[in-house]
């Protein structure tokens, strides 16, 4: 059974039609890209399938699991953890309370307990506190947690985000762009670290990216959408070649 | 020469908590002996009851005109001299002496006990040094105990609009509902009332059902603030705003309209419900419920909002998208947040009713939400000891300046629109007094031998 079954996903935003008919069966283990222009509707794809959006139409299963009218926490907690295209840390506090923060469902203590202290808050607190100082030993982040995450630099941000994400506890990561905005050499570092997470943490990864050239080396498999539709489907090598694609990024013209 | 301030300072600095409360405890026992000879000594005709403050500006004549003020401003002034004499041969120099001497054996005897106790022995001298400088003169005792109230009512707003982010405008709202709830069951089991009859209990029972009656207030009040719970789940900013001034506006009409609780024109005979419990046991209750009052919420909200759960408060405040994504429940933190906030302010309302003695609708308006509200920004949002702080001084200026008369409030705006204008981010600026002074340096923590703290990570 695949980890993850997207069957005919439509989303409309009023009139406008953002994703249609989108299916994506993704095994557990799996490497995958999700390209196209501007616009195309690739992060309304991870919106639909986090639940920030309803779909119009279609059926979202994650590991058997129907996740269609679920909460976005809900979601998360079932093992779906995200980054965003535009980073979305919660910039005035600490980065080891980003990552805290990220445990919220793995919490069973009620308010009471956090109130009195009980032995169970204390045990479950420190619990949280070493598996989030862990987490950014694992990063080479942990002498920043105490560091407040607006005064971080790009690029360390990323890192945090995507540690938070990892937080979770996912078993799909889903990354968005999370390359926008780096140099070529950042970009090298990023997709090392990518393929390494996912060997440590045994993930399932789907990046969504616009730049073609960054996922080539690394995706076994590609999806490419345009205008809500998907174009094409294969390895990095049908992709480059298939000439709906190069329409669609390059125009009529082309080559 | 030059040494000398900076020697001072630091040994002052070394001085811990406990020997400045106990200085101030001397000093309330020595003005409770010798302030009234003291004060008429010098001429200041009794003891002053803010520290000459309120005495000096009332010798000010405001009703005829400028040349009154010009002309009244010398005898303001020789007041306010001798006030200050009386300041420092009461308050300053025993603060000082008895803290300085105490400084090593509190130093010694803080370091054998276990860290509650210490604690509990802060809150007991606290609470016999405010009994005791409250007790001299009957008005610094409300104001004490407005203080108390003010200081539950800041905290716990400052969980909506400081912590969490949202503009809460109906704080005065919840404090109505336990202050009526409270009211009411107090007076109708323990006093002989026109509406209510006979006391339903004996006497006795309203020492010991006191504190539950101003926990049920809050329930009540906690109910009524999930009706800006639940709309906060698909409103924010501006537009929750509005949903709290009508939930405001909404409870104050429906107590105007409930006849059997006096409708519009209040409802009194709190000041009977108290004399009951002193018939009991004399001692000053409402000091006492009001001290553990403002215990109990500082504890709760500070535990809280520092806690993984409580956290998602804020992470909902600096983007709540991403906050439900990274799987905090929004809305349970909201529930959570808007019951404990509205529950305080039911519990400060329950003081508040009883300390005053009568309460009509009319005291809990949008007016009396702003006041909160100014509160929680001159003490700066997302930081508990800010609240405290604010709320005292915001209520000693509120009394103290009261001779201004009108001017009193033009000032106080004033001040107001001078702090938005040259440091927005309130006294506290969002810190905790605990990030400028250590709780060891305090002497409420036994100092730690180990240097804590995370090590650099090893490349």
Redo the contacts between chains.
């Keep these: 059974m695949p980890l993850l079954q997207i069957n005919h996903l439509t989303h409309f935003f009023g009139g406008l039609r953002a994703v249609h008919d989108f299916n994506l069966d993704l095994e557990k283990g799996e490497l995958i890209g999700l390209i196209g222009p501007n616009g195309a509707g690739k992060t309304t794809i991870f919106n639909l399938i986090?639940?920030?959006y309803r779909p119009t139409q279609g059926d979202i299963r994650f590991n058997g699991h129907n996740l269609i009218g679920l909460?976005?926490?809900q979601i998360?907690?079932k093992g779906i953890g995200?980054t965003?295209q535009t980073i979305?840390?919660?910039?005035?506090?600490s980065v080891l309370?980003n990552i805290?923060?990220?445990?919220?469902?793995q919490?069973k203590?009620g308010?009471v307990d956090?109130?009195?202290?009980t032995k169970r808050?204390r045990e479950e607190?420190k619990e949280?506190e070493k598996r989030s100082?862990e987490l950014?030993?694992v990063f080479?982040?942990?002498?920043l947690?105490?560091e407040v995450v607006a005064n971080l630099p790009y690029g360390q941000q990323r890192e945090v985000e995507i540690v938070?994400?990892l937080a979770?506890k996912p078993r799909l990561l889903l990354l968005d762009e999370p390359a926008a905005g780096m140099n070529p050499g950042e970009i090298d570092a990023l997709l090392k670290l990518i393929q390494w997470i996912r060997r440590e943490f045994d993930l399932t990864i789907w990046i969504i990216e616009h730049q073609m050239r960054v996922i080539m080396g690394i995706c076994e498999r590609i999806k490419v959408i345009d205008f809500g539709e998907t174009i094409a489907e294969g390895t990095p090598t049908e992709i480059q070649t298939n000439p709906r694609v190069l329409k669609a990024y390059l125009g009529e013209e082309g080559f | 020469m030059a040494q000398l301030p900076r020697r001072i300072r630091e040994f002052l600095g070394r001085i811990p908590l406990l020997a400045y409360l106990l200085g101030f405890l001397a000093a309330t026992g020595i003005e409770s002996i010798l302030g009234k000879t003291l004060g008429l000594l010098i001429g200041l005709g009794g003891v002053p009851a803010f520290f000459g403050i309120t005495d000096s500006l009332s010798r000010l004549v405001l009703d005829k005109g400028l040349g009154g003020v010009l002309l009244s401003l010398p005898s303001v002034f020789i007041y306010f001299v001798l006030a200050l004499v009386y300041d420092v041969l009461i308050y300053i120099l025993p603060v000082f002496i008895v803290a300085g001497l105490l400084s090593r054996p509190v130093r010694w005897f803080v370091s054998t006990l276990p860290e509650w106790l210490t604690g509990f022995i802060h809150m007991v001298t606290l609470f016999l040094s405010l009994w005791t400088w409250g007790g001299l003169v009957e008005y610094r005792l409300l104001v004490v105990m407005y203080i108390g109230v003010n200081i539950i009512m800041t905290t716990s707003l400052n969980l909506i609009n400081g912590y969490m982010g949202e503009f809460s405008c109906g704080h005065a709202g919840f404090m109505a509902v336990g202050a009526y709830v409270s009211s009411v069951l107090t007076v109708w089991l323990f006093t002989q009332d026109d509406v209510f009859g006979a006391p339903v209990l004996r006497a006795g029972w309203s020492v010991i059902l006191f504190p539950l009656i101003l926990v049920v207030g809050g329930i009540a009040a906690a109910i009524m603030g999930l009706l800006v719970a639940f709309p906060s789940f698909k409103t924010r900013g501006d537009y929750l705003a509005i949903v709290t001034i009508s939930v405001n506006f909404i409870i104050k009409s429906a107590i105007e309209n409930i006849e059997k609780i006096g409708g519009p024109r209040g409802f009194m005979g709190m000041k009977g419900v108290l004399r009951t419990m002193e018939s009991v046991l004399n001692v000053p209750w409402l000091l006492i419920w009001t001290f553990i009052g403002v215990l109990v919420t500082l504890?709760?909200i500070h535990?809280?909002v520092s806690?993984?759960?409580?956290?998602?408060v804020?992470?909902i405040r600096?983007?709540e998208?991403?906050?439900?994504?990274?799987?905090?429940?929004?809305?349970h933190t909201k529930i959570?947040a808007f019951t404990?906030s509205s529950f305080f302010a039911g519990i400060a309302g329950g003081l508040f009713a009883h300390v005053l003695g009568y309460i009509n609708p009319g005291t809990f308006t949008i007016f009396k939400s702003t006041e909160s509200l100014v509160m929680v920004y001159l003490g700066g949002m997302g930081s508990i000891s800010g609240s405290v702080l604010s709320a005292g001084i915001f209520t000693l200026a509120m009394e103290a300046l009261r001779p201004l008369e009108v001017w009193k409030k033009v000032l106080i705006w004033l001040l107001l629109i001078l702090l938005m204008m040259f440091r927005r981010e309130g006294i506290m600026g969002g810190k905790e007094l605990t990030d400028f002074v250590s709780l060891e340096r305090l002497g409420l923590r036994r100092p730690v031998k180990e240097v804590k703290g995370?090590?650099?990570?090893a490349?």
């Design positions: 986090t639940g920030a909460r976005p926490h998360t907690a995200r965003f979305r840390l919660w910039n005035n506090l309370d805290r923060i990220a445990q919220f469902a919490i203590y308010v956090s109130i009195l202290h808050y607190e949280i100082l950014l030993e080479n982040l942990r002498h947690a105490n938070r994400a979770t | 504890v709760v535990n809280f806690s993984t759960k409580g956290k998602g804020v992470a600096e983007d998208i991403a906050a439900e994504l990274m799987s905090v429940n929004t809305r959570l404990i995370y090590a650099p990570a490349d």
